[in-house]
DNA sequence: TAGATTGTTAATCGATTAACAATC
DNA sequence: TAGATTGTTAATCGATTAACAATC
């Protein structure tokens, strides 16, 4: 998952545009082009060029070319290297229901560098099951499981209810990091790494977003 | 949506933590509690409370009171006033697979103001057919419909190779609010708010939190 | 009254943007 | 060479946090 080196320094705010970035240049790639401006990264994905520059300074080993921009290839290997996308990382998913199934079937979390091994859930019928080719066990299993398969990412998407008591059971088998997808907030040790997926705050700064454009119309 | 006074002047980040603070209170209320401090609130949810009284003062209606804090019900009503869920806002959504059926089912996307009006799909399968009581229409008939059921907010959950342009087609019949689960850059104009719902992103910036705590541990 | 807790002003921090010299 | 584009330093902006007087 990256380098040493660079975990340091860089910030969330570059990291969250980091992937951002990846897909625009293999898109780029993909139509055959080999250098790419700033200027035009930051045109195509409404950002500012300078923001752009430094975003790429932090995690590039190449520098850019004056007049010519940057080599789309180093780019896309600094990035992927950055991001840990060339080694994979084991991780769990609990709560195999929809939103579980939506997310292992749809992300392709191995482009992502992340590997589910495993997926818990309560209900009998789905316990002994797969979905794509990930075993489903008993929520019972998970410390134990998740301790034995050294497993240090969980993913939780599971009602709301249950949110923390199987982020405890995550913990207490080793997970040192916890993405939730329950809208429920985890009380967690500080050592454990945990980012929320919150629909509702989304949802609610995109409503927002569009008030104030409606509003400026009239 | 929320009140036209209102839409000024509460930054994203203060909108993006509302939901949070409304689930919270909302645990404390069913728990039978009358009033809460910030303090108490800081600490629970992990935040700074002068952030907190900041935040909430921006929001609220009613002001606290020095030694007891501040009433849970008032604060529920202002949240919820705030962000609108008080009055639904119909969507449609495109993408009647496994995350649309995920999200449908998933969210409870009422409780927060949203009301799914329709679906659409390319799949022959699944036009005509519903999920959870909202039928699915054909994705060629996405403009044509949004226009005259009066839709302003669209929920996009296709695959990245469609997503622009269904973002197209569903500006083209007026929808002025994306919310984008694909993982796909949209080229709109400035006017139409765009909400992308970036998972890689957000993983990233937890792969890096993970590598951070792991590498300090050492 | 004494003390917990509020609301506000000022200081700090971090991230974005503007200005500009360096250079291919 | 001339001009597009880089990388960097300084200025600005916005959000968080610290300090503190007001008050129930």
Redesign the interface.
Known sequence: ??N?KE??N?S?AT??????Y???LKEKELAGERTISSTAIAE??KLNAVQVRKDLAEISTVAGKPKLGFEIADLIADINRF??YDNV?DAVLVGA???G???V???G?KN???NIVAAFDVSPDLIGKTIKGVPIFAASEITRLVRRLNV??GIIAVPKAAAQEVADALTAGGV??I?NFA???L?LPD?????N???????????????????N?K
Chains 1, 2 share one sequence.
């Open positions: 998952m990256g040493n975990i340091t860089v969330k990291i969250g545009r980091l992937p951002a990846l897909r625009y195509d994905l991001l840990g990382t229901g929809g939103l199934h939506a997310l079937g749809y992300g979390f992502y560098g992340l240090l990412i040192r990091a993405w809208s429920a907030h009380n050592d454990i790494a945990v980012k997926e919150d629909m509702a705050a989304s949802l609610a700064i995109l409503s927002k977003r569009l008030a104030e454009i409606l509003y119309e």
